[in-house]
C-alpha cells in the first residue's frame, strides 16, 4: 500500500511541474491497473481544497469540480468517501465552508441529535436536514 500525499494529488490536477506530472500518472496508472494499491485520508482532501483555494485561488465551482474528480479516482482508497461526497455536494449547493459542510454531514452520519454550536446558521441547517 502506498500513501497519496497532498502533494501529489496538486500536481496532478494542476500539471504545474511536468516531471512531478508525469510521476503522479504513473504511479495512478499503476493504481488503476491493480499492481499497486494507493490509499489517502480525509485531511489530505482538505489540505487540497485549502491550497486551491487560498494559493491557486480556484473559485468554488473549480474547487468543487477538483474535489469531485479526487474523489472519482476509485482505486485510490479513501475511507470516508461518502461522507466527503457528500460535503463536498452540499458545499457546493450552499454557503456553507468545506468544513462546515463535512461537519454536518458527519454529524448526520454518526445519528447526532444535536449539534452544539454557537453558530446559528448551521444549527439551523443541521436542525431542518434531520
Known amino acids: 500500500m502506498i500513501f497519496v500525499d497532498t502533494n501529489y494529488f496538486l500536481r496532478f490536477l494542476v500539471r504545474d ?3 512531478q ?3 503522479v500518472r ?3 496508472e499503476k493504481g488503476i491497473s491493480q499492481k499497486t494499491k494507493l490509499f489517502t485520508s480525509s485531511i489530505v482532501l ?3 481544497y485549502w491550497v486551491l483555494f487560498s494559493f491557486y485561488q480556484n473559485e468554488k465551482k473549480e474547487l468543487v469540480t ?3 474528480e479526487i474523489l472519482g479516482l476509485k482505486f485510490i482508497k479513501i475511507k470516508e468517501r461518502e461522507i466527503l461526497e457528500k460535503a463536498i ?3 457546493g449547493q450552499s454557503n456553507l465552508c468545506l468544513e462546515d459542510a463535512y461537519n454536518l454531514v458527519y ?3 454518526n445519528k447526532a441529535l444535536k449539534f452544539a454550536t454557537f453558530d446559528k446558521k448551521l444549527s439551523k441547517i443541521f ?3 434531520l
Do not use: D, G, H, P
Open 17 to 19: 511541474i511536468e516531471e
Open 21 to 23: 506530472y508525469q510521476e
Open 26 to 28: 504513473k504511479l495512478f
Open 46 to 48: 482538505f489540505e487540497i
Open 66 to 68: 477538483k474535489l469531485t
Open 89 to 91: 455536494k452540499l458545499y
Open 107 to 109: 454529524s448526520q452520519k
Open 127 to 129: 436542525e431542518e436536514n
